[in-house]
């Protein structure tokens, strides 16, 4: 059997393409063998209905999408040529299609628009669930990073004396991060090498290390900056929880729906058929 993944990714661009055959008023933006136009005003209206994701590319590359209107209505034209549509695997797909299309638009008005949210119900998903909303405690900090302990015992008193510490990465320090004054950014607990982290934990911000040995080299470090493990605030994640809500509504929505169609039905099953592979 051929493979039909690429005419059911053209079955979402056929109504877009198909609407293009008849003649429209307003400025047309571009047309086809004089018989299939394109307005400026259906065009707009397409780019329209993308979703938000999309639009902002599609603003910036409007030409490309216009080609490719073009193409998709060439190939649909070429296909019409061919009798495709009258191919009884296409049908066979075009109707699996037409169904999908028909129980998602279906669930959206019988399940997906009938749901809401109140305060309540976020306040008390979030209390529920504040565990789920907890921020470890974070750290920045910079490195020197030289061959040997030497090397670094003579960074460290450098530094003790006054000696500014960016401007000593830059310097001497072999890691990338030597260019950014060895900045090695914000990290949680277990990201980093073990000898580095530990000694990253036990400093307050401004402190200063003695020298730390890893599998990269010898290391003098200082902590930059340390943020406290906390809670976020149900402002923050208002979003997340009102997804987490939707979800498990929808899914009870849908079960009681599909129930209650089951009930208003007569549905007979020979489970011993299930058992066996002849038709």
């Not at 571009?30 to 999309?54: M, Q």
């Given at each position: 059997m051929r493979n039909f993944k690429f005419l059911l990714t053209m079955l979402v661009l056929i109504p877009v393409i198909a609407g293009c055959g008849q003649q429209k008023e307003g400025k047309i933006l571009?047309?086809?063998?004089?018989?299939?136009?394109?307005?400026?005003?259906?065009?707009?209206?397409?780019?329209?209905?993308?979703?938000?994701?999309?639009?902002?590319?599609?603003d910036q590359n409007k030409r490309q999408f216009l080609d490719e209107l073009i193409v998709d209505r060439l190939l649909y034209d070429e296909a019409l040529k061919k009798k495709l549509n009258r191919d009884k695997e296409v049908l066979e797909v075009v109707e699996e299609a037409r169904k999908k299309i028909l129980i998602a638009r279906l669930l959206k008005e019988e399940v997906e628009d009938l749901i809401t949210i109140d305060e309540s119900e976020m306040e008390a998903f979030y209390n529920a669930n504040r565990e789920s909303f907890n921020v470890p405690e974070v750290l920045r900090a910079s490195h020197i990073l030289v061959k040997t302990e030497g090397e670094a015992n003579e960074i460290v008193a450098e530094l003790k004396k006054g000696a500014d510490f960016e401007e000593l990465a830059r310097e001497r320090s072999i890691d990338p991060t030597a260019k950014i004054g060895g900045d090695v950014g914000y990290f949680t607990e277990n990201q980093l090498v073990p000898e580095f982290e530990e000694i990253c934990f036990s400093l307050q911000p401004g402190e200063l290390s003695e020298v730390v040995k890893t599998k990269f080299g010898y290391h003098v470090i200082m902590l930059t900056e340390r943020k406290e493990p906390h809670v976020k605030d149900l402002s923050e994640v208002r979003d997340v929880v009102a997804q987490a809500i939707k979800r498990q509504k929808k899914t009870i929505r849908f079960n009681e729906y599909v129930e209650r169609l089951k009930e208003e039905s007569k549905i007979t099953i020979n489970d011993s058929l299930l058992e066996t592979k002849e038709e």
């Open positions: 571009a047309s086809i063998d004089s018989r299939h136009h394109i307005t400026l005003k259906d065009f707009n209206a397409r780019i329209a209905k993308l979703p938000e994701r999309y639009q902002a590319a599609v």
